[in-house]
């Protein structure tokens, strides 16, 4: 019967690296079974050297075991990334370059071994004793510890969080503000990734019957339909509370006593998302504004510790 193992590949921001000297690490071994280890970015070069890495896992008895254990791996690394307040990018869009089946049988020549084109994300296949993955470049990079690398990361896959899929996503969207190229983009990523952790609350029965006589002027109206529907459609969302409201009453009930520049979590919040859509529309920071990359600092400050609250309570 075939077994089958599974590569996560990831990539950290700029100089940012896992500290260990060795080329291949081992993150956990399930009795003997299965394992997990952290390889290096390149062939014969210690971890530290570079900013990519992978975690590569198995054997599992079939790919669908494979890929769950991947699923779970990337969940463990997201995890570990934000609780450590830095960047993750874990793949999951297409390559920029492809390697030839010709080039991959000149490396498999060259290395006297079998080889696989390495995957930026997730990559599943049949299990091969002395299997090479090789990629067109690596990027070298200049650290995190390795030891609390493995301890985190192995007892996140041990023991899962019950992470949902919008606590997935944001931690995917703040781990991405990490390759940002400037403070403006960042900081609106950043307040993007808490409004992707929100769960707006329906307002109250009055206001939501007000909403539907609203909707039904608009329907009544004379206005063509494409306007009757995208008002109707406009309309339908004050059925529940704003996200100003969501993300208030969230840092409010997260983060008690914490204080964000001189301001409570909700008040520090209404602040950062009114900033946000004040560079939206009109692309700049607001003259009044007069010590952004202050500001920025606190922002990051107050999403890391919201997700790391919005993880503590899902766990």
Known sequence: MPQYDFRLEFRLPGQDH??????????????????????????????????????????????ADAQTAAERAKRALLLWAVRNRMGIDLGGRPPRAFITSAGLQWQERQIGAPVRAAVHGIDVYEHIDGLVFVALNFEASVGKAARAFVEQVAGAIKTP???????????????????????????????????????????????QDLVARLVEIVNKSGLDDATRAAMSGSLQWLKQESIGQAGRALATRLLPGRIYLELAPGRFFTFCYGLRSSILHSGTVPAEVTDFPSVCAAAHEFVCDLLIASFAEAG
């Open 18 to 63: 896992i500290n260990e000297d060795a080329e291949e690490l081992s993150v956990l071994n399930d009795s003997g079974e299965v394992t997990i280890r952290l390889r290096s970015g390149a062939r014969g070069s210690p971890i530290k050297k570079h900013s990519r890495a992978a975690l590569i896992g198995g054997p599992y008895p079939s790919a």
């Open 161 to 207: 969080l019950a992470m949902s899929p919008k606590q997935e996503l944001a931690g995917e969207i703040l781990s991405a503000s990490y390759f940002e190229p400037s403070d403006r983009s960042r900081f609106i990523t950043r307040m993007t990734a808490v409004e992707a952790l929100l769960d707006p609350q329906p307002r109250p029965p009055a206001a």
